[in-house]
């Protein structure tokens, strides 16, 4: 069982920046992929960013490669979004997911993750 909470969201002017937090409890959480999605209003919900188990290996959508990082402390049992040069459409409300089946590579579909966070709002304001 993998519990996520994550933490850090508000309300910032375009151009700022914002880290994101996920802390995750269980024993497993560093052998689990992790990734972190977004939610518009009206809109699907989108992968942002994923990160290996190991850390090796990252996915970031086309609509913040360059300005967005994700990384992970498995020390900490905590991963992290870096989020810089926010933009009013980067507005939504975040998920922290995690992949718990030892999958090869990164999925991309909600679908390839069976734990969730409750979410945090982002707003970027122009």
């Known amino acids: 069982q993998v519990q996520l909470v994550e933490s850090g969201g508000g309300l910032v002017q375009a151009g700022g920046s914002l880290r994101l937090s996920c802390a995750a409890s269980g024993r497993t959480f560093s052998e689990n992929n992790m990734g972190w999605f977004r939610q518009a209003p009206g809109k699907e919900r989108e992968l942002v960013a994923a990160?290996?188990?190991?850390?090796?290996?990252?996915y970031y959508a086309d609509s913040v490669k360059g300005r967005f990082t994700i990384s992970r402390d498995n020390a900490k049992n905590t991963v992290y979004l870096q989020m810089n040069s926010l933009k009013p459409e980067d507005t939504a409300v975040y998920y922290c997911?995690?992949?718990?089946?030892?999958?090869?590579?990164?999925?991309?579909?909600?679908?390839?993750?069976?734990?969730w966070g409750q979410g945090t709002q982002v707003t970027v304001s122009s």
């Open positions: 997911a995690a992949d718990s089946k030892y999958t090869i590579g990164i999925v991309t579909t909600t679908q390839g993750y069976d734990y």
């Open positions: 990160v290996t188990w190991s850390g090796r290996s990252t």
